[in-house]
């Protein structure tokens, strides 16, 4: 699969190169994101700004993508959905909370999450 990929000091930003996220690329994707090199210590966003549309795997991918993320103790921005892929990740997972429009709250949301964690950390 064939990724746009840019890369910031705190941040990864992963556009898949792709019209479709379906059960032939699903696994695929989730794991080629994964394990790309650049994402160890930085936060992510997912720019789906290509994608089209989504099966029930696709949807899955992106989520088990964003949870990874936070299980790894870093944040996670999906960004770019349009509204058809926008609903059914917020209804297939209630929890995910950083889906947002534009790629500039996409990097908000997530150097907001990184300072709060970064004070957290100071006050223990």
Same mark, same amino acid.
């Given at each position: ?18 019209? /479709?996220? @379906?059960?032939? *690329? +699903?696994?695929?994707? %989730?794991?080629?994101v &994964?394990? #790309? ?18 099966d ?12 990874? /993320?936070? @299980?790894?103790? *870093? +944040?996670?921005?999906? %960004?770019?959905?349009? &509204?058809? #892929? ?23 949301m ?15």
């Amino acid at each position: 699969m064939e990724f746009k990929i840019d890369t910031k000091e705190k941040i990864l930003v992963v556009q898949p190169q792709i019209k /479709q996220l @379906d059960a032939n *690329l +699903s696994a695929g994707f %989730t794991k080629e994101v &994964s394990e #790309l090199p650049d994402l160890e210590g930085r936060n992510l966003i997912l720019d789906m700004g290509l994608v089209e549309n989504a099966d029930e795997s696709g949807i899955k991918a992106i989520l088990t993508v964003y949870h990874q /993320q936070y @299980d790894s103790g *870093l +944040s996670c921005a999906v %960004t770019g959905l349009n &509204s058809t #892929l926008t609903n059914a990740l917020k209804n297939a997972d209630d929890s995910v909370y950083n889906v947002v429009p534009t790629m500039s709250e996409a990097i908000d949301m997530v150097m907001m999450e990184d300072l709060e964690r970064e004070l957290l950390q100071d006050e223990e």
